[in-house]
């Protein structure tokens, strides 16, 4: 097969866009497609203060690489779970990769916080994944916020974006669809979110970080065994395969044609307040995280 931009020899096959490419070309496939994330959707400009969400994945790491190499002002933000036999190996992959591109990291410790995850994951009775995600972002969110980050940045990619899409059309999850996209806007203590990945496939960051030598985390959390979202996303590979490019239109679709609605229906439902805890935003009285924080307390 010969690469479709300079006919030389194709090492990467793109069903999805009827393409092929040799190296160079790939590398450049790659930063087109997160320029044009980035400028279609108005992302950031080079005048921003960016924080990228670091987890030790290959999403997360070639994002950094990504932003550095175009000339943007990024910082990273590492939060340690505490997971035994997971959590140190991955933080040392994210300050390695760090030292090795100049990048500043900041790591915020859930053992610190009294929220280490195996300790959430003994006292909730809730699936341990949703707890997780949910301290992550507000880790996150916080930290942008009170450090003066105009936007923070997140690894996610298209096969991410299409499976959560798929998870929230199962349940015809009329809150979850009305924020769902690549752009979440600044709203009164929500820091404005991005996913420059969000045009890329989980093969096309992995060819990324294997064609730049990056060491990423592979080894899978212990807590994801079962986890369905993994199984939407055999599902839906099986789907693209059978018709290359569906998962991209299922996803620009729904932007262009299905958010609207459930973005009025959502805003119409929900009220915010602030936590009386911590003062970040919540639909009830006490944010999520300030609660288990008092049931992992009330238990020690
Ligand atoms: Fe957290 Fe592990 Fe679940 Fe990912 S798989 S959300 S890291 S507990
Ligand atoms: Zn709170």
């Known amino acids: ?29 790659f930063e087109n497609q997160v320029q044009k994330a980035i400028k279609s959707k108005a992302m950031f400009t080079q005048d921003d203060k960016i924080l990228i969400a670091i987890s030790g994945g290959k999403d997360s790491l070639a994002l950094a690489l990504q932003l550095k190499s175009l000339g943007y002002n990024i910082t990273g933000l590492h939060v340690d779970l505490d997971i035994p036999n997971s959590s140190e190996h991955v933080r040392e992959i994210v300050k390695k990769f760090c030292q090795t591109f100049s990048i500043p990291l900041f790591i915020i410790s859930l053992k610190k916080e009294n929220l280490s995850i195996p300790k959430v994951k003994q006292t909730l009775s809730r699936p341990i994944c949703s707890a997780c995600g949910q301290i992550k972002r507000y880790y996150f969110n916080r930290f942008a916020l009170e450090h003066g980050f105009q936007v923070l940045a997140t690894g996610h990619n298209l096969d991410d974006e299409v499976a959560r899409l798929f998870a929230n059309t199962l349940r015809w999850d009329e809150t ?103 003062n970040y935003p919540t639909t009830e009285t006490i944010c999520g995280v300030c609660r288990i924080k008092k049931i992992i307390s009330s238990n020690n």
């Not at 990467?12 to 009827?18: D, E």
């Not at 789907?239 to 239109?249: A, D, S, T, V």
């Open 1 to 29: 097969m010969k690469c479709t931009r300079c006919k030389s020899k194709a090492i990467v096959a793109l069903p999805s866009h009827n393409a092929g490419f040799c190296k160079q070309c790939f590398l450049k496939y």
């Open 176 to 278: 979850y669809l009305g924020s769902q996209g690549p752009v979440l806007k600044e709203e009164n203590g929500f820091a404005k979110k991005v996913k420059p990945l969000y045009r890329l496939t989980e093969f096309e960051t992995a060819v990324f970080c294997f064609l730049h030598n990056i060491n990423y985390s592979t080894k899978p959390c212990p807590y994801s065994k079962g986890a369905s979202f993994t199984f939407y996303k055999k599902l839906l590979d099986d789907l693209e395969y059978h018709q290359p490019g569906r998962k991209f239109n299922f996803y620009e679709t729904f932007l262009k044609k299905g958010k609207r609605g459930f973005q009025l229906l959502r805003k119409s439902k929900l009220t915010l307040n602030s936590c009386q805890k911590c």
